[in-house]
């Protein structure tokens, strides 16, 4: 089983990035899928999940400047963030449950190694 992330990196406030997760070594389509944020000295928090059919939440945070959506034929899924603040900088991971979908880390069943997003001017 792999979760690879792409797409981090260094961006100006107001700014935007899509980051990516390839799956492999397990049924994609079948998964819910969820990404998750750590911030230096703090557990990870959720940031938006997806059931296996579509249905997405987002964590409170957000306020409508994230997408999450995933493309089960690529086995990716995808978070398109817009609006990125100072704050939103951490490390984003991707991560995978045999369920529905849920907020909390120990619910996930496979996690990615994680990609930085840095938000700075």
């Known amino acids: 089983v792999q979760l690879v992330e792409s797409g981090g990196g260094l961006v100006q406030p107001g700014g935007s990035l899509r980051l990516s997760c390839t799956a492999s070594?397990?049924?994609?389509?079948?998964?819910?899928m969820a990404w998750f944020r750590r911030t230096p000295g703090k557990e990870r928090d959720f940031v938006a999940g997806?059931?296996?059919?579509?249905?997405?939440h987002y964590g409170d945070f957000v306020k409508r400047r994230f997408t999450i959506s995933r493309e089960n034929a690529k086995d990716t899924l995808y978070l398109q963030m817009n609006s990125l603040q100072p704050e939103d900088t951490a490390v984003y991971y991707c991560?995978?449950?045999?369920?529905?979908?849920?907020?909390?880390?120990?619910?996930?069943?496979?996690w990615g190694q994680g990609t930085q997003v840095t938000v700075s001017s």
């Open positions: 070594g397990f049924r994609f389509s079948r998964h819910s």
């Open positions: 997806i059931s296996f059919s579509g249905n997405t």
């Open positions: 991560a995978a449950r045999d369920g529905v979908w849920s907020t909390r880390v120990s619910d996930y069943d496979y």
